[in-house]
């Protein structure tokens, strides 16, 4: 690429969509180097997630872990939110778009607005709030959610009468009836797609008697019905009357694997979020709950979700029920529903719950259509983004790539995985323009205050009326005078204003101040904003104490006018205290090795090195075999029939002659040491086992996973029983003995979901359904026979379910206490294979002499995987796996910062699957390489010597990593880039050497004696 | 409010009103009272937030001074179990807290003055009335005396 | 079979002979009858000092820390518990001590004895297998030794050392049929109001000497939190209020940790039931957490870990 062209691309990225895809491309993108647009139709981000209670298989709350990656979004300089907002059309091409986007008028002006809600207070006007599905109402001035960012109002201009009183009502003047839709034409580089999903209309089930029945309802009303913020603030009831239901139903798999209604693709999500809200709804009924789940196949096959199922049946005492009902009917006299269902024996039975909930699918968003034609990208037959199968992020047009469910039907992580890919992909297309648009602030020089007495500024805000309302401001503000070391305090109207914030750094000047006391809301969304402003003024951001006085005192103290005032005082008082005591708060900076170490030389770890040269980064990979490929040299193709030896071919090709990968063959890591941005790595390598001593900022661990090798059904004795791997093997090579074959039977789950193994490999379904394919292909009189637990072939995978069945392979499902029996016999002089399984619909054996037995066998964890997780201090799983962060949104990286990981060292998987994480490793390493230095300080934790016995109690609690003994003065040593200020070490440590700054035990004594 | 130096501890004074402390971890109970106020849900006035990065920065030792300053009760709230924002930082503290808790039982500390509770960032409405509850229990034990330092 | 004593000596001539360590820390006799004190021994003559007798009584795995040389170190059950507990938290290197176990069969409290006596001085005292022979100006009296042990040693699961590179004589027989716990059960069983009673009676008698910190092997905090002035947590008077707090955070910090040697009731000079807490502690981390303190040198301290599964009861 010549100098010129270069010079066209723009570095900014678009991304389409704010939930929580959208969120984690921008945030990426953001932190790598370019400019974001994060484009949001609705009034605020935050998409489907926001409206969740709690997250699978841990029931994290789901707002707690959304919170901050909307707070972190919202405050980014380099992202701009545009909200109620969609594309118009583009031009150009990849590497500069011209996007035009049309804004709707939200009536509100974002800016002003302080999201106080007074308006909505006296809005006369009750809508039904989308955001609880209808369940509840909120007025026609609204905000979406408590939470939502930016935390601004809007008007909903359908159900307005336009009455004017908000208008009347907002001091901060914020109201704008006047607004009009307005288009926007910005310049980007890259468009990120991550629309999310839609939902089916639960109605056009008609059978189920959604929209007749008030207790049928779905699974997402059910969310919103659990949540504790939520239309019934958490209390379990049904719409109908609001009693406590004593038995719930959930029906599985409406709106997916439904061939009537032309979705006969599996949603992937929905057996494991039932789950989810029948364990949840037991929690939180007050009386023991009858819970009930209809379902087919159940397809537990994530992370830690068979483990979930297990304890949903065995400790929650879920009832599983396979079967998809027929009907349901009403009982009109108690609402209660009647469920008519037939066992698998063939039982007929009808019972009766007090509420239904229909696991509803995932369907394409509903403007995809529309979005498609605007962007000029393809869709594929259901209406989803269409993607090349191992290129899973990228859609049919350059320069445009897709995450999340807007792809196909998946769940929260594997939607941050695909997020990261997409804004990996895109920033390794733009990475000659990284940082050509980013902003950044240029502050005055900080004042020097030590030895300066504290000049504390108070500054009281009214928020319009929402604090004065009820708090006496002004005598608060005359209280906070008498306060010791204050030197100045004023009221303001709205302490956040832009003109307030000139006022503030105006007065720091003229009355001399070294720390600002701002009395308002919560510091959890304005301390920024604050900080910012001293700074401004140059004062450190760290001298900086705020007092809610509005969410904790205001707003929660109405009918107490005297006592919250005096509150108030008490709570400046006790900030007062504290900011006496806050001293400036040095950041240090690091610089950064612009390398990266990948470990594992199969597809994972190639793809991950691969897009980091792409980014201009120079990267090591070692791989202890001698030929790069790990188990993917074994795979021939995959269901959707990619030749993967010909895309390994070339994925080899591109690694080994890419100039800024270094191949390391035949290597083992030796040693580790080091933090992120600053490793050190030793290994042999190559036949002479040559020492390397590798300088990097950051590790991608990508160690592969290998074939369970079994011992069951005579694998290992008799020639004729093979691994999956071996059959496709055989296959491939056209052995003759196997198209000739009359039988062949599979048998699933070997190995995997085992007392002893107990999670699900994921990737054998559809591989005994790809083998049955195959060898149909080539003798279709073959009887093929799948002796299977449950068939989980999710997302389009599905269609070759059905495929397989349509061409006659017969599926023969076996309970896990009944398995099949392997046996060799001898009869008529010839030696027979024979497998006999239990048929559970005939309740017979059914007994087959194979020619060949094929087993689905577990994947299971490299061995490497466990000097690597001491190497580099990351932990596993009880099962061998390496184990994420955070399961839901921080799916590749490790509490110990700089080190990442992809591909089978996680989980069993598929090749799209592995690729995309592998990106997604990437570009999360990227938001580090990226950066010339990393920021160390701001509120750690600070280890006092003369007080330290380097007991080593602090490295052992400290769950970053972020602690070492220092061996030759034995003391504990605080690692500034790794601490993430907790504290733990602080009220652990025995002999007080521990303490953190801007939350020190004499800050908080001092509050504590001020209160 | 301040503590009343002339109100000696343990005697029922008229119109007394229960002085609680909370110390709430940033994350998500000081995000569940910030809820529970954009809700705009009542609660009574009695109780003073101190935030914290993290439950597992509350040392027993700031619980104690607390007491001994002359809160009538103490709250402790953190992330519920697998919401830490520090991933583990509630589950150490946990353990902290089951030993300090049996102690001032042990000791004869009157149940109800130092209270734990999870308090996850969605609970608006838990927090309101975990705060109603308290103040109403503390209010029926009447003012601390164990440990509240009266002056020399 | 030869004499503990003797054992003992014989032992750490030959330590320091071949050199193997560069000192010996055991007990001689004190100046008055029923007592010992710590002793050092650095020359392999002046290991003749050493003795071994059932007023050997002191911990001496406090005077282990902050040793640049190798050291030899005469050590009871409950000693080398708490240097388990010490090498765990870093303040002494395994290779670096060479523990001279001696089974223990209980130590006598003196101040038992002397109650006994009413007031009459003793001039000598032997040891005479399970009995002590107590002589004063004008009275012998024999007394069996198991009635006036330290209580500490009456509740012991540990009286044979748990690790050690030597041992001396044979394991003893371990206690058997004791409630370890059955004070702290009793006082658990009283109302709130008498637990708060008598605990506030036993500190009011604290002067603050701190006699049980300096005695305590695993109080060795540079600086004491109630010296602390940057920030001052309590105040140094005997405040009842203060002494309480001083008294339960002492307590607090010896959590997972204390191995219940008695060295700070028997240091106390107001005779304060100082175990009172510090028992009721390691009964809830062997409750709650399934740890004990000094058995091993494996397990993780109990507020250094934590299991998802841990007790959660008390929490809303």
């Known amino acids: 690429m010549d100098k010129a062209s270069l010079s066209d691309k723009t570095g900014a990225v678009l991304v389409i969509g704010g939930g929580i895809g959208g969120i984690q491309a921008a945030l990426d993108l953001a932190e790598s180097g370019y400019y974001v647009y994060l484009i949001e139709k609705s009034p605020a981000i935050g998409g489907m997630m926001a409206q969740l209670d709690k997250t699978f298989p841990t029931n994290d709350c789901s707002m707690c872990i959304l919170s901050p990656k909307l707070v972190a979004c919202g405050r980014h300089l380099n992202i701009s939110i545009i909200t109620n907002a969609e594309v118009r059309y583009i031009k150009g091409e990849a590497g500069n778009f011209q996007v035009t986007l049309v804004k709707k008028a939200r009536y509100i002006d974002i800016d002003e607005c302080t999201g106080c809600g007074e308006c909505a207070k006296h809005c006369p006007v009750r809508a039904a709030n989308s955001f609880d599905e209808g369940l509840s109402n909120r007025a026609a001035i609204y905000v979406k959610y408590p939470q939502a960012v930016p935390r601004a109002y809007a008007i909903d201009r359908d159900k307005c009468i336009g009455c004017g009183l908000c208008e009347k009502v907002c001091l901060a003047k914020a109201v704008v009836y006047s607004d009009r839709e307005e288009l926007q034409s910005i310049n980007v580089g890259a468009i990120i797609l991550s629309p999310g999903y839609g939902l089916p209309d639960a109605g056009l089930m008609y059978n189920y008697g959604y929209g007749k029945y008030p207790n049928v309802i779905t699974s997402i009303e059910f969310e919103r019905i659990l949540s504790a913020s939520g239309p019934y603030q958490g209390e379990l009831s049904r719409p109908s009357n609001r009693d406590i239901p004593e038995k719930i139903a959930f029906i599985q798999c409406v709106g997916s694997r439904d061939s009537m209604h032309g979705k006969t693709y599996c949603s992937s999500v929905c057996c494991i979020y039932a789950i989810k809200e029948a364990t949840v709804a037991k929690e939180h009924s007050p009386i023991p709950l009858d819970i009930a789940i209809f379902f087919m196949d159940m397809r537990t096959f994530g992370k830690g979700f068979e483990a979930y199922y297990d304890r949903a049946m065995n400790e929650y005492g879920v009832r599983f029920i396979r079967c998809r009902p027929s009907m349901i009917e009403e009982v009109p006299e108690t609402k209660n529903l009647r469920i008519k269902y037939e066992t698998e024996d063939g039982k007929l039975i009808k019972e009766e719950f007090d509420l239904v909930v229909l696991s509803i699918g995932l369907e394409p968003p509903k403007e995809a259509e529309e979005l498609a034609n605007r962007l000029g990208i393809e869709l594929d037959k259901y209406g989803f983004c269409q993607t090349g199968n191992l290129l899973p992020v990228e859609s049919s047009k350059p320069g445009i790539f897709v995450c999340g469910a807007f792809q196909g039907p998946k769940d929260i992580p594997e939607t941050v995985m695909q997020a990261s890919a997409a804004a990996a992909s895109a920033s390794a297309s733009l990475s000659p323009v990284r940082n050509s648009l980013v902003k950044r602030k240029e502050y005055p020089p900080e004042r020097d205050i030590r030895g300066e007495p504290p000049r504390i500024g108070v500054f009281v805000c009214h928020c319009g009326i929402n604090i004065s309302g009820v708090v006496n401001v002004p005598e608060v503000r005359e209280y906070a005078v008498t306060l010791p070391n204050v030197a100045y305090a004023e009221d303001n109207l709205y302490a956040c204003s832009q003109d307030t914030q000139e006022r503030i750094k105006e007065t720091i000047r003229e009355h001399n101040l070294n720390r600002v006391v701002v009395v308002s809301c919560t510091p959890r969304t304005h301390e920024p904003l604050f900080q910012e402003t001293i700074r401004e003024a140059g004062l450190n951001r760290y001298l900086l104490e705020m007092a809610n006085i509005r969410d904790q005192c205001s707003w929660v103290h109405k009918e107490y006018p005297e006592e919250a005032t005096e509150k108030a005082k008490e709570l400046v008082k006790m900030a007062v205290a504290k900011a006496k005591l806050i001293q400036p708060v040095a950041q240090t900076s690091l610089e950064v090795i612009h390398s990266g170490l990948v470990i594992g030389g199969g597809i994972a770890g190639m793809v991950a090195a691969l897009n980091l040269a792409q980014q201009g980064f120079e990267v090591y990979l070692t791989e202890k075999r001698e030929q790069l490929g790990g188990i993917a040299r074994r795979i021939r193709h995959t269901l959707e029939g990619d030749d993967i030896q010909a895309y390994l071919q070339n994925l080899i090709t591109r690694v080994s002659e890419n100039p800024l990968i270094q191949v390391y063959t035949n290597a083992d890591i030796i040693e580790a040491s080091g933090y992120v941005g600053n490793f050190t790595t030793r290994i042999e390598a190559g036949a002479n086992r040559d020492t390397h001593e590798l300088k990097h900022g950051v590790v991608i661990i990508a160690t592969g996973g290998e074939e369970y090798k079994p011992s069951e059904y005579l694998y290992g004795k008799d020639p004729r029983v093979l691994t999956l791997l071996e059959l496709e093997d055989e296959v491939a090579k056209g052995n003759g003995r196997i198209a000739d074959c009359d039988n062949v039977v599979i048998i699933q789950c070997v190995g995997s979901r085992e007392s002893n193994r107990p999670y699900c490999s994921r990737v054998c379904c559809s591989e005994s359904i790809k083998c049955a394919l195959k060898l149909k292909e080539a003798n279709a009189e073959m009887n093929i026979y799948v002796l299977y637990r449950d068939i989980r072939t999710y997302g389009f995978k599905e269609d070759y379910y059905q495929e397989a069945r349509e061409r006659g392979v017969l599926f023969v499902r076996y309970e896990a206490d009944d398995k099949p029996r392997v046996e060799t016999i001898t009869e008529d002089n010839q030696n027979l294979l024979r497998v006999t399984v239990k048929d559970p619909i005939l309740g017979e054996d059914l007994v087959i002499d194979t020619d060949i037995l094929a087993l689905g066998v577990a994947t299971i964890p490299a061995a490497d995987n466990k000097k690597l997780s001491q190497l580099f201090k990351v932990p596993l799983n009880e099962d061998g796996f390496l184990l994420e962060a955070h399961m839901k949104l921080r799916p590749v990286e490790f509490a110990t910062e700089g080190v990442f990981m992809c591909g089978l060292a996680h989980n069993p998987k598929f090749i799209e699957e592995t690729i995309a994480q592998a990106k997604a490793a990437a570009s999360r390493a990227c938001t580090i390489l990226s950066k010339d230095v990393i920021e160390a300080g701001g509120l750690v934790s600070l280890v006092d010597e003369n007080k330290c016995n380097g007991c080593g109690v602090c490295t052992l609690i400290c769950p970053f990593q972020a602690i070492d003994i220092d061996t030759e003065k034995k003391v504990a040593m605080v690692n500034e880039v790794l601490c993430k200020g907790c504290g733990a070490c602080v009220s652990s440590c025995i002999c007080g050497a521990m303490n953190m700054k801007g939350f020190s035990n004499a800050q908080i004594l001092a509050i504590i004696n001020a209160s | 409010m301040g503590i009343n130096k002339m109100q000696q501890p343990g005697q029922k004074v008229d119109g007394w009103k229960p002085r609680i402390i909370a110390f709430l971890c940033n994350w998500c109970s000081y995000a569940g009272a910030d809820l529970a106020g954009v809700s705009r849900l009542q609660y009574p006035p009695n109780t003073r937030i101190i935030r914290v990065p993290c439950s597992s920065r509350i040392s027993p030792l700031l619980i104690l001074k607390s007491l001994q300053h002359g809160v009538d009760g103490v709250l402790v709230s953190g992330c519920r179990p697998g919401d830490c924002h520090y991933i583990s930082g509630n589950y150490v503290a946990r353990r902290k807290f089951a030993i300090l808790n049996n102690l001032l039982e042990y000791l004869g500390i009157e149940k109800g003055r130092v209270h734990f509770a999870w308090v996850s960032a969605a609970e608006g409405k838990r927090f309101a009335e975990l705060i109603k509850e308290i103040t109403e229990e503390v209010r029926a034990l009447g003012p601390a005396k164990e440990l509240v330092k009266k002056q020399d | ?316």
């Not at chain 3, 007592?35 to 001496?60: D, G, H, Q, Y």
Request: hydrophobic content about 35%.
């Open chain 3, 1 to 316: 079979m030869p004499d503990t004593s003797v054992m003992i000596r014989d032992t750490a001539k030959k330590l320091l002979v071949e050199k193997r360590v560069d000192l010996i820390i055991g007990f001689e006799r004190g100046t008055l009858p029923l007592r010992s004190t710590p002793c050092f021994v650095r020359r392999s003559v002046e290991a003749e000092k050493l003795i071994w007798n059932a007023s050997c009584e002191n911990n001496l795995a406090r005077y282990l820390r902050k040793r640049k040389e190798k050291v030899g170190i005469v050590a009871k059950g409950c000693d080398t518990r708490s240097i388990i507990s010490l090498i765990k938290e870093k303040q002494v290197a395994r290779e670096q001590v060479f523990i001279i176990g001696v089974p223990c069969h209980g130590m006598i409290d003196r101040r038992k004895i002397e109650a006994k006596l009413d007031g009459r001085e003793i001039l000598e005292a032997d040891e005479v297998s399970e009995k002590v022979i107590l002589k004063g100006h004008d009275f012998t009296e024999i007394v069996a030794k198991e009635e006036f042990l330290h209580n500490s040693c009456n509740t012991c699961n540990y009286r044979n050392p748990v690790i050690y590179d030597v041992l001396i004589g044979d394991k003893v027989e371990e206690n058997r049929g004791i409630d370890e716990y059955g004070e702290v059960k009793e006082f658990e069983a009283q109302s709130a109001d008498r637990r708060w009673q008598s605990f506030t009676n036993e500190v009011s008698k604290c002067i603050r000497c701190y006699a049980c910190r300096n005695a305590c092997p695993l109080c060795y905090c540079q600086e004491c939190f109630v010296d602390s002035s940057q920030p001052r947590w309590i105040g140094k008077t005997t405040n009842l209020s203060d002494t309480s707090i001083f008294h339960i955070v002492r307590a607090f910090h010896t959590a997972g940790r204390c191995v219940d040697c008695g060295a700070c009731d028997r240091a106390c000079p107001m005779g304060i039931d100082i175990r009172k807490l510090t028992k009721k502690i390691e009964k809830d981390v062997k409750e709650l957490f399934h740890y004990q303190a000094g058995v091993n040198l494996e397990d993780v301290p109990p507020l250094a870990t934590f299991n998802l599964g841990d007790p959660q009861e008390f929490i809303k």
